[in-house]
């Protein structure tokens, strides 16, 4: 009991030692007038934001225009509008038209056609002159239809064709040339055959052969399968 009387009284004691000291700083700062200092360092220290300013109107707008007549002369006439005005010129530009087989349209050689215009070619190759390198090709529907792709023999283009895509000449029988682009990696006559095909009416069933007098040059023959019939 002794000694918690004593604790006790210990910490009655040590609250008001601090009570007291509590009031005496607080009456020192009374005294200096230390609280007011600080309010007005604060006060000093924030910003202080500035009123807006109102926005000035502009006496007019952007798509006005006052025209101030200085002459007596001209106050009279009318007055003319100098704003632009957007013209707009419409270009129409013809369309190329290009005539496409349809599916519906195709025609099929017969079986005797196609072995008909084969061998009529294959006689026609025997003829050549061998020092330049020839070779026959029957045309398939992808040939002159579609895609319009040929594709040659492996074989050919390994031996006597460029290695790099290279533009040929085509010389017909009439000596007529076209363009064609060879594509190398493909093996086959891309950009031009079209053309060709369309202008010398090639269909399925005919063969052509060719027949390489330069580098990159071809005459073409044409042995039609509609021979068949007529013979």
């Known amino acids: 009991m002794a000694m918690a009387t004593a604790t006790a009284t210990e910490t009655i004691t040590y609250e008001e030692v601090r009570r007291r000291k509590l009031e005496e700083n607080k009456k020192k700062l009374e005294e200096l007038k230390l609280g007011h200092l600080t309010i007005a360092l604060r006060e000093a220290v924030s910003p202080k934001t500035s009123p807006a300013k109102p926005l000035k109107r502009k006496a007019q707008s952007l798509g006005e225009i006052v025209i101030r007549r200085r002459s007596n002369r001209i106050a009279n006439l009318p007055e003319h509008s100098y704003k ?26 017969s079986d005797e056609a196609r072995e008909y215009a084969t061998e009529k070619a294959q006689e026609l190759q025997s003829q050549l002159d061998p020092k330049h390198p020839s070779f026959v090709k ?94």
């Open 138 to 231: 029957p045309m398939l529907i992808s040939h002159v239809t579609g895609g319009f792709w040929l594709g040659l023999s492996k074989s050919f283009c390994t031996s006597h064709l460029p290695n790099r895509d290279t533009w040929f000449t085509l010389i017909d029988e009439q000596d007529d040339e076209s363009e064609t682009l060879y594509l190398a990696p493909k093996k086959g006559l891309s950009a031009g055959w079209r053309g060709f095909s369309i202008a010398h009416e090639l269909v399925d069933g005919d063969a052509l052969v060719f027949h390489l007098l330069k580098s990159t040059a071809f005459k073409v023959y044409i042995i039609r399968c509609s021979g068949y019939y007529s013979s």
């Open 84 to 109: 632009e005005e957007p013209s707009f010129e419409i270009i129409v530009r013809p369309r190329r038209i290009f005539k496409r087989t349809g599916l519906e349209n195709r025609v099929y050689a």
